[in-house]
């Protein structure tokens, strides 16, 4: 079945340090592929998302790129912020009815 | 659009009791997702609708646990009786049943059973 592997946390970088979380999948088809972000106290929101093979996502700085060959979607950002800190969840949604399916989750906490 | 909404925000009940959660998805999303987020046990799906319909419960931990979704407005999630276990952090989703779209949350309710 469809099934999302993301990076073991938690990850502790220091301000403007380079951040990648490894996710990897597993799908039938031809998934569309998503990060989310949950701050603290707070349910999950959308960072960014890619619709098929090679396409870009990117929002507030942060990038990840679909890429079938290696069936990835790796989480990268230049120079992280103290605000970056938070949970983020790799998804893949292959099927027709808004069904999700998550990752574990990666707790990133940036340090000043 | 006011997003995804989810009353109570918190909710601390005894043991036995029943519990009620509401959910009010975005106008005009058709499909509507319950989730349960523990430390131990991450992000879980329970149920979701599309259309109103219920199309997997699977996720359901047992009979205890109940959904409804009477109209395309509006949905809850029913425990009874409740248990310390059930304790955890229950959001509510919505979505366009389109591959390529994305799940807007709510805020969650925060149960504790003691």
């Known amino acids: 079945g469809n099934s999302v592997t993301q990076m073991e946390g938690p990850v502790t970088l220091s301000e403007e340090a380079f951040l990648t979380i490894n996710c990897t999948y597993t799908a039938t088809g031809y998934p569309s592929l998503f990060w989310y972000v949950q701050y603290p106290g707070e349910g999950l929101q959308l960072l960014l998302k890619a619709t098929k093979a090679d396409d870009k996502g990117s929002n507030k700085g942060f990038e990840a790129t679909y890429r079938k060959e290696t069936t990835s979607f790796h989480l990268e950002k230049g120079s992280v912020q103290v605000s970056d800190s938070a949970v983020y969840f790799c998804?893949?949604?292959?099927?027709?009815?808004?069904?999700?399916?998550f990752g574990q989750g990666t707790t990133l906490q940036v340090k000043p | 659009d006011a997003g995804v909404i989810q009353s109570p925000r918190h909710e601390v009940t005894e043991m036995g009791q029943e519990v009620t959660l509401r959910c009010k998805p975005i106008?005009?999303?058709?499909?509507l997702f319950w989730y349960r987020q523990t430390m131990m046990r991450g992000l879980e799906l329970l149920i979701y609708f599309n259309n109103n319909v219920p199309i997997d419960d699977s996720g359901m931990p047992e009979d205890r646990f109940s959904a409804k979704m009477p109209n395309a407005s509006f949905s809850t999630l029913k425990i009874q009786p409740s248990e310390p276990r059930d304790s955890a952090v229950y959001f509510c989703?919505?979505?366009?049943?389109?591959?390529?779209?994305?799940?807007?949350f709510g805020p969650g309710t925060r149960l504790t059973v003691t």
């Open positions: 998804a893949l949604n292959s099927g027709n009815t808004g069904k999700l399916i």
């Open positions: 989703a919505s979505s366009l049943p389109l591959a390529g779209d994305e799940q807007y």
């Open positions: 106008s005009g999303h058709n499909s």
